[in-house]
């Protein structure tokens, strides 16, 4: 079975940071490009970053160029989103997804709310 479990969203003020965790079971973590999305109030799930499945190669919505960052851990089967410099439009439910090829996984989610 496979489970995709995200974790470390809450309540925080503006300008200030969140770690995003999302652990992975059921399938060869290794293998799979990791991507986080979100989606606000109202609006579309959109992709905030991508990360290959070496680690090697990571890319980045605009919204979120030079404040997020995502990073992985192979050995824990672990995917992360710093998130630094929040701002209440970050305010949204984040999504952690695993994709080799047509394979596509989805985590449960976790909020993040940013207040002003």
């Known amino acids: 079975q496979v489970q995709l479990v995200e974790s470390g969203g809450e309540l925080v003020q503006a300008g200030g940071s969140l770690r995003l965790s999302c652990v992975v079971s059921?399938?060869?973590?290794?293998?799979?490009?990791m991507k986080w999305y979100r989606q606000g109030p109202g609006k579309e799930r959109e992709l905030v970053a991508s990360i290959a499945s070496s680690g090697g190669s990571t890319n980045y919505a605009d919204a979120v160029k030079g404040r997020f960052t995502i990073s992985r851990d192979n050995a824990k089967n672990t995917v992360y989103l710093q998130m630094n410099s929040l701002k209440p439009e970050d305010s949204a439910v984040y999504y952690c997804?695993?994709?080799?090829?047509?394979?596509?996984?989805w985590g449960q989610g976790t909020r993040v709310t940013v207040s002003s």
């Open positions: 997804n695993a994709n080799w090829g047509p394979m596509n996984y």
């Open positions: 059921g399938i060869t973590f290794s293998w799979y490009a």
